[in-house]
């Protein structure tokens, strides 16, 4: 089973919205029922990075969902301003060339890498269309040994696949999963989703929750349950 990480860290709170006070305003209805936050691409082009450094500044921690992929320097130099702007998690997809250049702009910093094997959008149609004979398994397979060899500190998968990948990578690899919805939670577009405590069993590390969170009525209670049911799936 999973590392020893203390339950509320094992929340990252998926910032998907607009603008940056409304991302300020979720932050503060938080307080301290969770501790990390996950910025993606649209509050990035909407001034998020300043957004991240105050969260880091103010004790928080930030994973970057940037998914990067460009030639190594790029990627390489990208990764060195992440890693100097204190974020704890920064994704690239899982290509070697990339996974390699991530690492080395990590060196020896506070910032570890997540490698998104394949897109949880793509299907075997997807893959054939862009030029790959593999299936999705065999990709996904094929990519997280990779990311294993390179020194990569995590994947980032759906919840149906951490069980066969703890299996496959043994304990270093840190899971971080998306598509966690606490039982009775609105599904939205998500489809093949597990409960907070269902994704601790399989070996997930991190659960990345956005709507489950944010939509809720009161978001500080919604958090706060689902630490609970993770503590109490650890017992
Ligand atoms: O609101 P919800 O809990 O579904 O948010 C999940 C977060 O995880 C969103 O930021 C979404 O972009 C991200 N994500 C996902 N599925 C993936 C990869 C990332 O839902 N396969």
């Not at 204190?86 to 899982?94: M, P, Q, R, Y």
């Not at 862009?130 to 500190?153: F, K, N, S, W």
């Not at 609105?186 to 093949?192: E, I, P, T």
């Amino acid at each position: 089973m999973s590392r020893e990480i203390p339950a509320r860290d094992r929340v990252i709170v998926a910032l998907d919205l607009s603008d940056v006070e409304a991302a300020e305003k979720a932050v503060w209805a938080l307080g301290d029922s969770v501790n990390f936050y996950k910025i993606g691409y649209e509050l990035v082009m909407a001034g998020g990075l300043h957004l991240a450094e105050d969260l880091v500044h103010s004790g928080k921690k930030v994973f970057l969902d940037m998914k990067l992929h460009d030639i190594g320097n790029t990627v390489m130099h990208a990764t060195k301003r992440a890693a100097k702007l204190g974020a704890t998690f920064l994704t690239v997809h899982a290509f070697p060339q990339t996974m390699r250049a991530a690492v080395e702009g990590r060196g020896d910093s506070n910032l570890d890498i997540l490698a998104v094997t394949v897109l949880t959008s793509w299907d075997d149609g997807d893959l054939k269309d862009a030029g790959y004979a593999a299936t999705v398994p065999e990709l996904v397979a094929r990519r997280a040994a990779q990311a294993e060899a390179i020194g990569i500190d995590g994947l980032v998968c759906s919840p149906a696949e951490a069980k066969d990948l703890r299996q496959r990578l043994g304990a270093k690899m840190m899971l971080v999963t998306p598509g966690i919805r606490p039982a009775g939670a609105a599904k939205g577009d998500q489809k093949r989703t597990m409960t907070p405590s269902e994704a601790i069993k399989a070996g997930v590390d991190y659960m990345v929750i956005g709507r489950p969170i944010l939509a809720a009525e009161d978001p500080k209670a919604s958090a706060e349950a689902i630490v609970t049911e993770i503590e109490n799936a650890r017992k």
